[in-house]
């Protein structure tokens, strides 16, 4: 008799320590929660800085690109061999590129070398068309 007596108790009491237990667990994965949102959080911060450094970056190259187009263009302009070329200038990344047509070689390897001495170019990418003129005899 006295078995089936602790057990009339022992199981109630198991039951009640669960209940009470309950509140303790869920505080636990609330704190999980909490934790794993502040983290989220704080990648999501870490992703937007990075994502703001890259466009100042890509902004700054291509602020950089637009003035060494300038200068490669006024130069070519400027110079009597080629300036009544039409050479088209364009820069991507410090790379130059030129294209259009000239009347000689030597003008095609003269417009290469003046944006080449231009500050921040890094390399001359020289697409120009060596064109002769027609006769007309």
Request: charged share 20%; net charge positive; aromatic share 2%.
């Amino acid at each position: 008799m006295k078995g089936k007596h602790s057990l009339k108790f022992a199981a109630p009491a198991v039951l009640l320590g669960l209940a009470m237990a309950m509140p303790a667990f869920a505080q636990e994965t609330a704190g999980d929660a909490m934790h794993s949102a502040g983290q989220n959080l704080k990648q999501a911060g870490s992703d937007t800085a990075a994502a703001a450094e890259d466009v100042y970056h890509g902004t700054k190259i291509a602020v950089k690109d637009t003035a060494i187009d300038a200068k490669v263009k006024s130069a070519l302009h400027n110079d009597q061999m080629l300036g009544s070329s039409e050479i088209h200038v364009s820069t991507s990344g410090g790379v130059v590129t030129l294209k259009g047509q000239v009347s000689s070689r030597a003008a095609a390897d003269r417009a290469r070398d003046i944006a080449a001495r231009i500050e921040g170019v890094q390399r001359v990418n020289n697409q120009l068309m060596v064109v002769s003129a027609a006769r007309t005899d």
